[in-house]
């Protein structure tokens, strides 16, 4: 099925999930685990869909413009098998996990590029209430923590990298630092923001301006890039633009994409994405400016 076509009657309507979408999503990443709303399930849930749907904006590149309606995001995520950026991968999320029986809702993060951060509603987040403590998760950032943060302040460590949430003093909002092992991470000294964020709920239409600002503007790294990126039990490995890149350990191997048949079946080799005959390969190939 091509991103032209209509989407399954089976994935027609919005809201909840039905039984037929949920039997199809838990294939779709691989999940065999119980049916219940407790924080080992939150983990593994994570996890499968971390190493099973991948980060990618392939057809941002392409220029087809995104559908946040939950029929078109079913059908590309579960039909089509493709992947998606944060809008699309953690709004599909949180519906499975509300219908295991997960509190969720959809939280608004501004991302650090490194000297100030992002808008409003640059990234979304999940916030999931689970016995009465609340944590974050996100299968939408691409290379980021892979088991869901306790708001607690507790750190986690994940192959070599630490991450945690902390409160900014004065205010209502908090922010995830990540630093790298080796480098007295633990204790804070390399620690570096990788987003901010409030626990102040919002619904999908929220994020729909920046979505499309994402998708269409210069100025979002989403248009100057083509990036495919899935997490493995070692590390990552990401097509982006003309380079597949391979992190296992910490150690990064890069090697250049030379054609389009290549481009395509490494595609499909790492991601099971089939993209349509007509896709334009060497478009997403192409090094966009900076």
């Known amino acids: 099925m091509n991103s032209m076509q209509r989407p399954s009657t089976v994935f027609a309507g919005g809201g909840m999930l039905n039984e037929a979408q949920i039997q199809a999503y838990l294939a779709r990443i691989a999940y065999t685990g119980p049916r219940a709303a407790t924080l080992d399930v939150l983990t593994a849930l994570h996890a499968s869909h971390l190493q099973h749907i991948p980060f990618e904006n392939l057809d941002i590149s392409l220029g087809r413009k995104l559908d946040l309606s939950t029929p078109a995001l079913l059908d590309k995520l579960l039909q089509q098998q493709r992947g998606g950026f944060c809008y699309e991968l953690n709004q599909a999320f949180s519906l499975l996990l509300q219908s295991f029986g997960f509190q969720t809702s959809l939280i608004s993060a501004r991302v650090f590029n490194g000297k100030d951060y992002g808008p409003d509603f640059d990234h979304m987040l999940i916030q999931v209430l689970l016995d009465g403590q609340s944590w974050i998760a996100d299968v939408g950032f691409g290379d980021s923590f892979r088991a869901p943060l306790n708001m607690n302040g507790q750190a986690i460590t994940e192959l070599g990298m ?38 102040q709920a919002f619904g999908i239409g929220d994020f729909e301006a920046m979505c499309l600002y994402q998708q269409t503007s210069p100025l979002s790294h989403f248009t100057q890039k083509t990036i495919c990126s899935i997490a ?52 997403l190939m192409a090094r966009h400016p900076a």
């Open 232 to 283: 493995t039990p070692e590390g990552r490995i990401s097509i982006s633009n003309n380079k597949c890149i391979t992190t296992e350990r910490g150690e990064r191997h890069v090697r250049t994409i030379h054609d389009a048949d290549e481009y395509r079946r490494l595609l499909q080799e790492h991601f099971g994405i089939h993209l349509a005959v007509d896709a334009n390969i060497q478009k």
């Open 162 to 199: 630490h991450y945690q949430v902390q409160p900014e003093p004065g205010t209502a909002c908090f922010r995830l630092r990540q630093g790298k092992d080796g480098k007295d991470g633990k204790d804070g000294k390399d620690m570096q923001p990788q987003f901010r964020f409030s626990l």
